[in-house]
């Protein structure tokens, strides 16, 4: 009697290990396909980290959108009178860019305008590379030097140097980037190229801009590294640019355009100087304080 009630035992058991072992294995098996597409969708256009404000993923969103409906690039595109694709140019340094006028699409900062007007609501990046990387709507601007650690999905990245930024693209998280890369091909996530000419990033703030804001005038005035006529240039702005000031100070007298000032303002987003002359306004602008260094 003991024997068979052991023997019983024994066959329960194996057959509770069974039921166990099959039941493990059931959802094991659905939650694989799950696994699977996760990591899928991780590969592709969104964002693929933490951390990007609403705006930024709707910045995103819009940019990817694009990208799944196979897009084009398009040398020019995305610059009309409101955000979207356009028809291009042919770029006269670049023989692939000979069918760009018969593609509607977006050139890099084209792209750019249409993501972030889409995640604002308005066109707050209307420009090139350069105007979009020296927004005045800055929340935070990162060196080639940080690399990518600090920062998140949404945020821009530009190539070139200080006086010529010629590519900017809309950073994902993990080493992945959206961007209008060239002529001949369609919008694409690529992973970021840190060498070359990469110069920095900057994190785009989609809401109220804080701060002393001024309008430049003329055309082809310099910024500069230090307020002097002798310091080294940083960017000219293309024509009247609208900037953000932190403060002022006396330094260098400047005659020019038939004025003369020396007053001398430093602009945070640019990381630069300009003569108050080139500013709208008195030659000491009011409500700007003075600066400490």
Same mark, same amino acid.
């Given at each position: ?9 024994? /066959? ?6 069974? @039921? ?15 696994? /699977?597409?996760? =990591? ?19 910045? /995103?969103? *819009? ?14 595109? &995305? ?27 977006? $050139?890099?900062?084209?792209? %750019? ?9 308005? $066109?707050?990046? #209307? &420009? ?44 994902? &998280? ?10 001949? @091909?369609?919008?694409? %996530? ?6 070359? $000419?990469?110069? &920095? =990033?900057?994190?785009? #703030?989609?809401? *109220? ?6 309008? @430049? ?27 953000? /000031? ?14 003369? #000032?020396? =007053? ?30």
């Amino acid at each position: 009697m003991r024997d068979r009630t052991g023997l019983i035992g024994v /066959i329960i058991g194996l057959l509770t290990l069974l @039921t166990w072992a099959f039941t493990s294995s059931a959802v094991a098996a659905e939650r694989a396909p799950a696994t /699977i597409a996760d =990591a899928r969708a991780d590969e592709g256009c969104a964002a693929l980290a933490p951390g990007a404000s609403p705006a930024a993923e709707q910045a /995103i969103a *819009a940019a990817c959108s694009q990208v799944a409906a196979g897009v084009w690039y398009t040398w020019g595109g &995305g610059h009309g009178p409101r955000p979207g694709a356009t028809y291009g140019h042919v770029d006269p340094t670049d023989p692939a860019s000979e069918h760009d006028p018969e593609r509607r699409g977006f $050139d890099c900062s084209g792209l %750019v305008r249409y993501a972030y007007a889409q995640a604002a609501g308005s $066109d707050i990046l #209307n &420009g090139d590379a350069s105007a979009q990387y020296y927004t005045l709507r800055a929340a935070a601007r990162f060196t080639a030097a940080q690399g990518l650690a600090p920062l998140l999905p949404g945020d821009l990245l530009a190539w070139g140097t200080s006086q010529d930024l010629h590519h900017i693209a809309i950073y994902l &998280g993990a080493g992945k980037m959206v961007e209008a890369r060239q002529s001949g @091909t369609k919008l694409m %996530v690529s992973d970021v190229r840190l060498g070359g $000419d990469y110069f &920095g =990033a900057v994190r785009v #703030n989609t809401g *109220a801009v804080t701060g002393h804001v001024f309008s @430049t005038w003329g055309t082809g005035v310099w910024t500069k590294a230090q307020p002097s006529t002798h310091a080294a240039r940083v960017y000219a702005f293309p024509g009247p640019t609208t900037v953000r /000031i932190e403060c002022q100070k006396h330094a260098e007298l400047v005659t020019a355009d038939g004025y003369t #000032n020396d =007053a001398w303002s430093y602009l945070p987003d640019y990381r630069a100087w300009v003569t108050n002359i080139y500013i709208r306004g008195p030659a000491w602008l009011d409500g700007v304080p003075t600066c400490t260094t």
